[in-house]
C-alpha cells in the first residue's frame, strides 16, 4: 500500500488550513510556533480587556463598560472559531495517528515502508493524540458554553443591569482561565513534539 503510506505522510505533515496564515506553510514548526505565540498575544490582550471590563464597572461607566464588553464578546467569538478548528484538528490527528499505527504493525510483519513509518514516529512516536483530541474538545465545549451564557447577558448589560454586569465579568474570567489552559496546552504538545523529533 505506498499510496496510502504517501497519502498518511502528507496528511500528517501539514497543520490545518484553517488556521491559516496567508502566507505559504513550509515549516510546520515554525507553524506551530506562529501559532502558539499568536495565541498567547490573544490571550495577554483579552486579559487586558477583562481588566478594563472591571475598571468600567467598579467606576460606574455603563457607557464604557459595554464598549470593552464588546470587544470581549468578538474576541471570544474568534476564540470559539479557533478552538473549533483546533478540536478538529485533533480529532483528525488521532484518527490519523490511528491508521499510522495499524499500517505500521503491518509494515512490520513485511519490513515494507519501514523508512517512512520510522520517519513518522520520530515526529509524532510519543504524543497521546487521543489525550490531545479529547482536552481540546472539552475546551473548545467550555467555551461556548462560556460565551453562550456571556451573549445572553448582552440586552441586560447594555440596559446597564448592575448585576448582569457583575455576572458578566465573572463569566469573561471564566473564559480567560479557559484561554489560559488552552495556551498552556498548545506549548505543552509544542515541546513533546520537539522532544520527539530530537529523539
Not at 505506498?2 to 497519502?7: A, E, F, G, K, Y
Not at 496567508?22 to 481588566?51: G, H, I, K, S, Y
Not at 478594563?52 to 459595554?66: F, N, T
Not at 470581549?72 to 484518527?95: C, G, N, P, T, W
Amino acid at each position: 500500500m505506498p499510496r496510502l503510506d504517501t497519502v498518511l505522510v502528507l496528511l500528517l505533515a501539514m497543520p490545518a488550513l484553517a488556521f491559516a496564515n496567508p502566507q505559504p506553510v513550509r515549516n510546520p514548526v515554525a507553524v506551530d510556533r506562529t501559532w502558539v505565540e499568536r495565541d498567547a498575544r490573544e490571550m495577554r490582550e483579552f486579559e487586558q480587556l477583562t481588566v478594563s471590563l472591571k475598571d468600567a464597572w467598579q467606576s460606574r461607566m455603563p457607557g464604557r463598560y459595554r464598549d470593552v464588553n464588546e470587544s470581549l464578546l468578538h474576541a471570544m467569538d474568534r476564540e470559539i472559531e479557533q478552538a473549533s478548528v483546533k478540536a478538529d484538528q485533533a480529532k483528525r490527528e488521532a484518527a490519523l495517528w490511528r491508521e499510522f499505527r495499524k499500517n505500521k504493525m503491518e509494515a512490520s510483519t513485511t519490513n515494507a515502508g519501514r523508512d517512512m513509518l520510522q520517519a513518522i514516529d520520530e515526529s509524532y512516536g510519543q504524543r497521546d493524540d487521543g489525550r490531545d483530541r479529547d482536552t481540546a474538545i472539552v475546551r473548545r465545549d467550555d467555551m461556548v458554553r462560556i460565551g453562550t451564557l456571556a451573549g445572553s447577558l448582552r440586552n441586560d448589560v447594555s440596559a446597564g443591569d448592575r448585576s448582569a454586569m457583575k455576572r458578566n465579568m465573572s463569566l469573561m474570567q471564566d473564559f480567560l482561565n479557559v484561554m489560559r489552559r488552552d495556551v498552556s496546552a498548545a506549548q505543552r504538545e509544542r515541546t513533546e513534539d520537539q522532544a520527539t523529533k530530537n529523539n
